[in-house]
T-cell receptor, first 113, second 112 residues
Framework: NAGVTQTPKFQVLKTGQSMTLQCAQDMNHNSMYWYRQDPGMGLRLIYYSASEGTTDKGEVPNGYNVSRLNKREFSLRLESAAPSQTSVYFC????????????FGPGTRLTVL | DAKTTQPPSMDCAEGRAANLPCNHSTISGNEYVYWYRQIHSQGPQYIIHGLKNNETNEMASLIITEDRKSSTLILPHATLRDTAVYYCIVRPPDNYGQNFVFGPGTRLSVLP
């Protein structure tokens, strides 16, 4: 089991460019999540998907869109990147409905110039 | 609004027990206490969770006070690899996204 995988690991964008961060899990989990972590800060939830076919906003959704492509994959899109979106992005998945222990990917380090 | 309060940093000698406190005085009756840790630059790692009883697994023990207003995560024999930021989180069950808030956590340094 690879667990939760994310691509790319690093990315540099110019302001206004778009890109999609990919996330996949092989644990047959129903729910998936996207977080961002700014330097020295805790994680903040961007979007989540409780199950295949559903997505909901988290704490900081502005400037992002998501797609739950299937049960395994959950992508995060930046349509017009801004320097304020420079951050480390983590994807997570959870299998149990009640306790929701989340398993995290290794992260994508994004810099927007 | 932060629902938990943790000290920003702590030191622990290698081989000794590390006791990480967390205050959650406004915890609701159905909210669980979760602990995660984040080793430098990696994704957070789930450690343990509990409701009101003390819990133990292969990684750690969780002690929750009787009034549930605070808890302590115990790493019984800390190693250098336990150096990380530890997050205490309270959240209700059956709630996929809302209220699962990672605050600044406690930076634990295990010293040789």
């Amino acid at each position: 089991n690879a667990g939760v995988t994310q691509t790319p690991k690093f990315q540099v964008l110019k302001t206004g460019q778009s890109m999609t961060l990919q996330c996949a899990q092989d644990m047959n989990h129903n729910s998936m999540y996207w977080y961002r972590q700014d330097p020295g800060m805790g994680l903040r939830l961007i979007y989540y998907s409780a199950s295949e076919g559903t997505t909901d906003k988290g704490e900081v959704p502005n400037g992002y869109n998501v797609s739950r492509l299937n049960k395994r994959e959950f992508s995060l899109r930046l349509e017009s990147a801004a320097p304020s979106q420079t951050s480390v992005y983590f994807c997570a998945s959870a299998g149990t409905i009640v306790y929701n222990e989340q398993f995290f990917g290794p992260g994508t380090r994004l810099t927007v110039l | 609004d932060a629902k938990t309060t943790q000290p920003p940093s702590m030191d622990c000698a290698e081989g000794r027990a590390a006791n990480l406190p967390c205050n959650h005085s406004t915890i609701s009756g159905n909210e669980y206490v979760y602990w995660y840790r984040q080793i430098h630059s990696q994704g957070p790692q789930y450690i343990i969770h509990g409701l009101k009883n003390n819990e133990t697994n292969e990684m750690a023990s969780l002690i929750i006070t009787e009034d549930r207003k605070s808890s302590t995560l115990i790493l019984p024999h800390a190693t250098l690899r336990d150096t990380a930021v530890y997050y205490c989180i309270v959240r209700p069950p059956d709630n996929y996204g809302q209220n699962f808030v990672f605050g600044p956590g406690t930076r634990l340094s295990v010293l040789p």
